[in-house]
């Protein structure tokens, strides 16, 4: 047996001929044989890895990766005369990969594939990269003479000269029964890998128009998601939106350029413009993406040791932008995949500690990140560290972006709905707190209304004493005692109605009479400071239907201020009328007035002009809700000359 000629080792050959010819058998020889043979075998596995392609009739796709045998020419200095000299066969390595990837590699790669046609003569095939980040992508095809032509079709390269155009280097191939063997020079300082697919033209096209089809559904989810809450910042003027505006665009673009589309319709004929465009946009997702992730989160007041850490990234962020002009690209795109994997490990890690801190809109927040950090995380270890470029690994971010950015869009809405219950929950407390202000502001006056008639009913008491019964002075007395508790019993009672807060509940009402028993309520404060009323109540206004508590709460609020700002004497002037289809209220007073600069903040939250302690801000600020809520409007108007007058309109109907 020619055992020499099998294995292609001659050690081993020899060590096999003497096990074969030992005359025993025995399982230490039997072992040893076996061994031998399975180690012979590697360098066979290896050869069939790298044996020809064959093209099959019935089959219009193949993936080339492990039919490939490749030689990495670190200095990039080699020709397609070198490689292809008797001295550099033996040097390429064959490839058992599927896809080869290389991650982050500043070096040239050399490739040769043999294929074969066994279909009909004069069939078409086009060769496939389906990788767009190489710089240089060129294809060495044979000639018959033995010399080669080359069609190019990198990044760096004019992008008028691709005999295909598309975003991926693509080639036609013609190939015949006996095989041709074809030499490819790629670079890139980026990443490397090369998804490389021999297609029939119809394949190719079908699976370019279902990709283009993926790439305009991303790229309208992302837009549209974009334009809806740049509306809703426009509206809300918030620039939580914003930032996440401009992190859905910025993330958007990148996957465009990332993809090869700003090479095909933008940067044509500028292949270094497209590269800094990569770079930029690297940097500014990430930046959008921190003040975005910051200020969502109000990590300032949650996590403030790691708001101060994305505060740094953030800075480190701003100075890497104009460094994308200065530092090398494969650096520079080093910095920015260790920056790429920092933001999101920071980012959740703000969210994790804001969630258990009591943030509630956190929870959304952290679905969302996760949806795309499992992406770019697969990304990262699997093209740029494990060197295993696959369809997860290249295209994950995509839909991972998607569900980021449409959760991300929930979480902003579950963060307003939250704010607004909590901003309600507020108000109503401070509506209760204005209330229970009022009652204090007039608990002196209510104090005098009920000290009279308790005064009156003690005196009728001692005249009951000395009365017998069938006295008819004694029937008088017990008159006055009861006229004088259900004096107090109103009293009471319209006192009370002041501290009911609940929702809107509308009924008929007399505007007239609630506004002469706020100024019951508050005739003791009107009379000590020396304050005249004057009163013209319409006679044909109709029942209303409003929140008599509520509204008088929006009366005696107006009320009160007039008073206060007539502390030395002046005249309050309550009026009402009909205007078309509405009732207008007019409140003035002669007092100081209001001045120019404090007119555009009386009705802001917690404004006021009094001295500390003696007011909230709350009065106007609520009254005019209170107003609105009604359908009505508020407005305050104060001349040069002092006092001030104040509007109430409400609807008829």
């Not at 399975?38 to 993936?63: C, E, M, Q």
């Not at 095939?125 to 003479?145: A, G, H, I, K, Q």
């Not at 979480?411 to 009652?439: F, M, S, T, W, Y």
Request: proline share 5%; with cysteine; net charge positive.
């Amino acid at each position: 047996m020619r055992i020499s000629c099998i294995f292609n080792k001659p050690f081993l050959s020899n060590i096999i001929r003497i096990l074969w010819t030992m005359p025993q058998t025995t399982p230490l020889k039997t072992g040893l044989f076996l061994a031998a043979i399975l180690w012979a075998l590697f360098p066979l596995r290896n050869a069939w890895a790298s044996d020809g392609l064959i093209l099959h009739v019935g089959k219009d796709f193949y993936t080339l990766g492990r039919h490939m045998e490749i030689l990495k020419d670190k200095e990039g200095k080699l020709t397609i005369r070198d490689v292809t000299s008797p001295s550099y066969q033996s040097r390429f390595a064959s490839n058992e990969k599927e896809t080869p990837g290389f991650g982050l590699a500043d070096s040239v790669f050399w490739l040769r594939f043999t294929v074969k046609d066994t279909g009909p003569a004069g069939r078409k095939w086009l060769l496939e990269e389906s990788f767009p980040l190489m710089d240089y992508f060129d294809l060495y095809v044979p000639r018959p003479d033995g010399s080669f032509s080359v069609m190019r079709a990198g990044k760096m390269e004019p992008f008028s000269e691709r005999v295909v155009p598309n975003r991926d280097p693509v080639f036609p191939l013609t190939v015949d029964a006996e095989g041709k063997t074809f030499y490819i020079r790629a670079s890139a300082k980026s990443l490397m890998a090369f998804p490389i697919y021999i297609l029939s033209p119809d394949k190719f096209y079908k699976r370019d128009t279902a990709s283009l089809l993926g790439y305009g559904l991303y790229l309208g989810v992302m837009l549209a998601m974009a334009l809806y809450n740049f509306y809703l910042f426009l509206f809300l003027k918030n620039r939580t939106y914003l930032y996440y505006v401009l992190y859905a665009c910025s993330f958007a673009f990148v996957q465009m350029v990332s993809h090869g589309f700003s090479r095909q319709f933008l940067f044509t004929s500028d292949p270094v413009a497209d590269n800094y465009a990569m770079r930029l946009l690297i940097i500014t997702t990430a930046l959008c993406s921190l003040l975005f992730s910051r200020r969502f989160l109000k990590s300032s007041h949650y996590a403030p040791f790691m708001d101060k850490v994305l505060g740094g990234l953030i800075i480190t962020d701003a100075f890497l932008v104009p460094l994308a002009f200065v530092v090398p690209g494969f650096a520079y795109l080093v910095i920015a995949d260790v920056n790429t994997a920092l933001t999101p490990l920071l980012s959740a890690s703000t969210g994790i500690v804001c969630y258990i801190r009591g943030y509630k809109p956190a929870r959304y927040y952290l679905v969302a990140r996760a949806c795309l950090y499992v992406s770019i995380i697969a990304f990262v270890i699997g093209d740029t560290i494990l060197h295993r470029h696959n369809f997860f690994t290249w295209y994950g971010m995509l839909p991972g972006s998607v569900l980021d950015i449409v959760l991300l869009s929930l979480a902003l809405a579950d963060r307003v709905n939250i704010i607004r219950q909590e901003k309600e929950k507020a108000e109503a407390e401070a509506a209760r707190a204005g209330a229970i202000g009022l009652i204090g502001e007039m608990a002196a006056g209510v104090a005098h209304e009920v000290n009279n008639p308790l005064a009156g009913i003690i005196l009728c008491f001692q005249g009951l004493k000395k009365t017998k019964e069938g006295d008819p002075e004694r029937e008088g007395l017990i008159d006055a005692v009861e006229t004088g508790l259900v004096k107090i019993k109103d009293t009471v009672a319209q006192l009370l109605n002041f501290s009911r807060i609940s929702s809107l509940g509308k009924r008929p009402s007399d505007i007239n009479a609630m506004l002469q028993n706020v100024l019951f309520l508050c005739k003791y404060q009107l009379t000590k400071e020396n304050i005249n009323i004057v009163t013209g109540f319409s006679s044909n206004l109709p029942v209303m239907d409003i929140d008599e508590t509520r509204m008088g709460q929006v009366f005696a609020n107006v009320v009160l201020n007039a008073a206060h700002s007539m502390s030395g004497g002046g005249t309050l002037t309550v009026h009402t009328g009909k205007d078309g289809k509405w009732c207008e209220v007019r409140i003035s007073d002669t007092g100081k007035g209001i001045a120019p600069a404090d007119m555009p903040r009386v009705f802001d939250p917690f404004f006021t002009t009094k001295a500390y302690g003696e007011g909230t801000g709350l009065g106007l600020s609520l009254s005019k809700r209170i107003v609105e809520e009604h359908g009505g409007t508020i407005k305050l108007e104060s001349g040069p000359a002092g006092g001030a007058t104040c509007y109430i309109k409400l609807p008829l109907k």
